[in-house]
């Protein structure tokens, strides 16, 4: 995988290949023309990944607003202070621009490359379209209605926003026909895949494992259709905790994991772990706690108060898995899969099993992908406040607390399961500014830029606030 990377970034800077005439000599190879659209799809790859797993507080600030972590010296994050450092245009840039366009610049010329098959170049744009449905949906779910049609048009400075409904509905036609032309039989992307190395029998679990977390953010907003599209893709989801969607960083800079530049090139003190979840963790007895957080004080695990300034030393600060450069940056993990396929089963959709075997199996894959044993979560899994048959509440509380504490590793997709589920019960921060935002307002550059329709949009999902719910939020 190291290999991947290297060579998936090398071919922004160079092309090669055979040529036809003597005038192709007089190209100059370190700066080509055209960008060869998988080289394209490898720097999408990175910018998504680098994206939702970060937690730099000018990009990220879902760590903290599900109160995985509190802060030190500056806790205006923690309050929920968008404004500032402007959290809300980051991201939204970061996807926009950094990932969607190179998607779709890579769809474009992927025909343009004479030495792939028609049945390499199809697995390609398949592979092209299911990481696009991924980052639309990511960005859906975080604002609401967004640009979508006439979005990705240089000629178009002010594109219309589309309604969020309307475009999950286009991203399920989009991923279904992604699926559909998928051969495993024919190559993909070759080395330029970060993800996969071109193994397209992954993507196709990688596809349907998506499918089926667009199903379940639905369910509350449309039963019907999130128990036929959970239906479909349940059989070809991943099975195991070698199945996953992840990016392996590197120890060398800039291709490591953004969390270990922030954490420790960095030099900064910035996060320890916040009461809410440590102490949750703590009475649970959790395995992971040695994984997630260093001891505090005492040699116990110690949460911070959450939107206060805390000492970095009083408390215990992320653990040193995540100060390691090459840890993997997860997209999407078997954990989470299995999580889903226990709430459809306890919501009676037919995907086989039931909800406590897919909440055991969850359970148990999360403990293990933070490097615990299968001991581990039999011993867990055996205390009556986390067994499902006896723990506390509805199932979304039961899957609920334990789907937060299996996605530390995925603060983005942890912050939409929050809002999904209701689960656990959070409170805001010390003098935070609002409540706990369940969408990110437009960008500021919005405004300026494409003023009437971001205030279309605006008028209809009810206001731009951080207290506009995304319309499968339902509770």
């Excluded at 993507?203 to 089926?212: I, T």
């Excluded at 259709?225 to 989801?237: E, F, W």
């Excluded at 993997?328 to 396929?341: A, D, H, R, T």
Aim: proline share 5%.
């Amino acid at each position: 995988m190291k290999k991947a990377i290297i060579f998936s970034l090398s071919t922004l800077l160079l092309a090669t290949g055979c040529v036809d005439s003597l005038t192709e000599y007089n190209v100059d190879v370190k700066n080509p023309a055209a960008v060869p659209g998988v080289a394209l799809f490898s720097n999408a790859e990175r910018t998504l990944t680098r994206t939702v797993v970060s937690t730099s507080v000018n990009l990220n600030p879902f760590r903290l607003y599900v109160q995985y972590w509190a802060q030190t010296s500056y806790p205006q994050e923690s309050r929920y202070d968008i404004n500032t450092r402007q959290l809300n245009r980051a991201f939204w840039d970061a996807l926009y621009t950094g990932a969607l366009s190179n998607l779709n610049e890579a769809k474009k010329l992927i025909p343009n490359n004479q030495f792939a098959s028609a049945a390499v170049q199809k697995n390609q744009q398949a592979c092209v379209e299911i990481l696009t449905v991924y980052t639309w949906k990511t960005l859906v779910d975080t604002y609401g209605n967004i640009p979508y049609t006439e979005a990705l048009d240089f000629s178009n400075a002010q594109p219309k926003y589309d309604d969020a409904k309307t475009i999950y509905a286009s991203l399920f036609t989009r991923l279904d026909a992604a699926l559909a032309s998928l051969d495993p039989t024919a190559a993909g992307m070759g080395d330029a895949d970060i993800l996969y190395k071109g193994d397209v029998a992954s993507w196709v679990k990688f596809g349907n494992s998506l499918k089926l977390r667009m199903a379940l953010t639905i369910a509350d907003d449309d039963a019907a259709k999130a128990a036929t599209a959970a239906v479909q893709a349940a059989p070809n989801v991943f099975k195991a905790v070698g199945d996953k969607a992840q990016l392996q960083f590197i120890s060398a800079p800039p291709n490591t994991n953004p969390l270990w530049e922030d954490l420790v090139q960095s030099g900064r003190y910035d996060f320890v772990g916040a009461i809410p979840f440590v102490d949750r963790l703590n009475a649970l007895n959790d395995p992971r706690r040695a994984s997630y957080f260093k001891t505090g004080p005492g040699g116990g695990y110690v949460g911070a108060t959450y939107g206060a300034q805390n000492k970095y030393i009083d408390y215990s600060a992320p653990g040193t898995r995540l100060e390691d450069p090459t840890l993997p940056g997860v997209l999407l993990s078997y954990s989470e899969v299995e999580f889903l396929l226990a709430e459809a089963a306890a919501r009676g959709i037919a995907v086989g099993g039931t909800a406590t075997s897919h909440y055991n199996a969850a359970v148990t894959a999360s403990i293990e992908e933070a490097g615990g044993s299968t001991a581990d979560a039999t011993t867990y899994l055996a205390q009556p406040t986390v067994a499902y048959a006896t723990a506390a509440g509805t199932y979304k509380q039961k899957i609920g607390v334990q789907k937060w504490i299996s996605l530390y590793d995925q603060p983005v997709v942890a912050w939409t399961e929050w809002r999904r589920l209701d689960s656990p019960t959070l409170v805001r921060g010390f003098r935070s500014v609002s409540e706990i935002p369940v969408r990110l307002p437009y960008p500021s550059t919005e405004l300026s830029l494409n003023g009437a329709n971001r205030e279309a949009a605006a008028a209809a999902i009810g206001g731009d606030r951080v207290t506009t719910k995304i319309f499968w939020d339902k509770f």
